[in-house]
């Protein structure tokens, strides 16, 4: 028999602990019900959210012109560089082109700044709660992961000291994720500035996830990590995806926030990384200084739907005997916390989902997705009203079935 041939380490290594859930989980849905799936981040799905007109206007324009369908440069091209610059620049952070690169998605921005900034001997710190992505990203360098907590009864702040204890000399950077992936929490000015705090009395970089940046809720300011600090040195990650509701286009970026000037080896890592797969992508670049262009108006109208949706969860759920909501202060995702001790026979949070998708059908992903270390279970609220009321009402129904 011809010999196997063996996997690579670091493809053995990189696992994504979502579809390692996901795939695992025994869920047959119930044929009498519609399947009704309350687990993707992807806004597009059910058609409610619609990208802004002048979006595809923009893209068709730039597709006739025949000019955007080369290779452009590692790093992005100049005008769209220079649009995000011109976008993202406020408070202490005031950037030019030269500190914007652009990736493919939020996702690869995210992984050319944990290689530039993390060694295979080092740490990073991750929320838990949080994007499993992080890990995903970090284990498969070989970079150690160390996870501090986010409180759910303080509307998921950062546990401060937890994060402080956790940082020792092989620590290369804080990650932090705000407005919040599975959490739906943002963070107010005075929390960020004590985390800022903590970065500069450890002289420590910060990898600030804002790829739900501004998208809050009426009462709620989201504000940028880089625009609080003339300090610390900041690499923000952002892109289209959520604000602009185009996840597939995958055009992310990061901004690079400098402010004492001792980036320079990261800008070259960054820059260097780059240049493995030119992952941006050309033609959705040339349309981005027209798409953060979109009147804000625009997003002002999806998150009063992203509210309005959040709301009727938390009606729907109120007085449902062995969960509690952790009410969401944007993005698209809330948390349930399950009582595992009032229900009868549900052991933890994944039977938790395989038994609702089985009775119910209705997918969530349970909270072990994003490390989560209490039975929690994610809602995404972005599908249309009539599909929240169905799940949400069939969730409430599962809990009473299974109550002590
Ligand atoms: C917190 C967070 N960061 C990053 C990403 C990845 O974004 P992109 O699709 O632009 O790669 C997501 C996607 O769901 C996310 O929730």
Redesign the pocket.
């Known amino acids: 028999m011809a010999k196997k041939i063996k996997a690579s380490k670091v493809s053995k290594r990189t696992r994504n602990p979502i579809r390692q859930i996901v795939d695992n989980l025994k869920v047959e849905p119930n044929k009498d019900k519609e399947f009704i799936s309350l687990a993707l981040?992807d806004p597009t799905t059910h058609g409610n959210l619609k990208i802004h007109q002048s979006c595809v206007d923009s893209v068709t324009k730039h597709l006739n012109s025949f000019k955007a369908n080369g290779y452009g440069p590692s790093v992005g091209t100049l005008p769209a560089r220079e649009a995000i610059a011109k976008k993202y620049s406020g408070g202490f952070a005031n950037y030019v082109a030269k500190d914007i690169v652009i990736a493919s998605?939020?996702?690869?921005a995210?992984n050319l700044c944990i290689g530039a900034l993390c060694d295979d001997t080092q740490n990073i710190l991750i929320p838990r709660p949080g994007?499993s992505?992080y890990e995903t990203l970090a284990s498969s360098k070989g970079i150690e992961c160390k996870f501090y907590n986010l409180l759910p009864d303080q509307q998921w702040m950062i546990d401060l000291k937890d994060l402080e204890a956790q940082i020792d000399s092989k620590t290369a950077c804080i990650l932090i994720?705000n407005p919040s992936?599975p959490c739906g929490s943002v963070y107010p000015k005075s929390h960020l500035m004590d985390l800022i705090q903590i970065a500069i009395k450890y002289d420590l970089p910060v990898i600030a996830?804002e790829?739900?940046a501004d998208m809050v809720f009426e009462g709620h300011e989201f504000h940028a990590l880089a625009s609080l600090t003339d300090k610390v040195p900041i690499l923000s990650c952002g892109?289209l995806?959520k604000k602009y509701l185009v996840?597939g286009w995958?055009v992310?970026w990061i901004c690079i926030h400098d402010p004492t000037d001792v980036l320079s080896e990261i800008r070259d890592g960054i820059m260097n990384l780059s240049q493995l797969i030119i992952g941006s992508n050309s033609l959705i670049q040339a349309a981005v200084p027209d798409i953060l262009a979109t009147d804000e108006s625009f997003n002002k109208e999806n998150m009063k739907q992203l509210q309005g949706n959040a709301e009727l969860c938390i009606e729907l759920l109120q007085g449902c005997p062995g969960i509690t909501v952790v009410k969401p202060q944007g993005a698209m995702y809330l948390m349930l916390k399950i009582e595992i001790e009032k229900f009868k026979d549900i052991t933890d949070d994944v039977d938790f989902v395989e038994k609702l998708v089985q009775e119910q059908s209705v997918l969530c992903l349970p909270g072990q997705c994003f490390q989560c270390p209490e039975p929690f279970v994610r809602i995404v609220f972005s599908p249309p009203k009539e599909k929240i009321h169905e799940s949400v009402s069939r969730i409430k129904e599962f809990c009473l079935n299974h109550l002590k």
């Open positions: 981040g998605g939020c996702s690869d995210l994007f992505l994720n992936n996830d790829i739900y892109g995806a996840p995958r992310g």
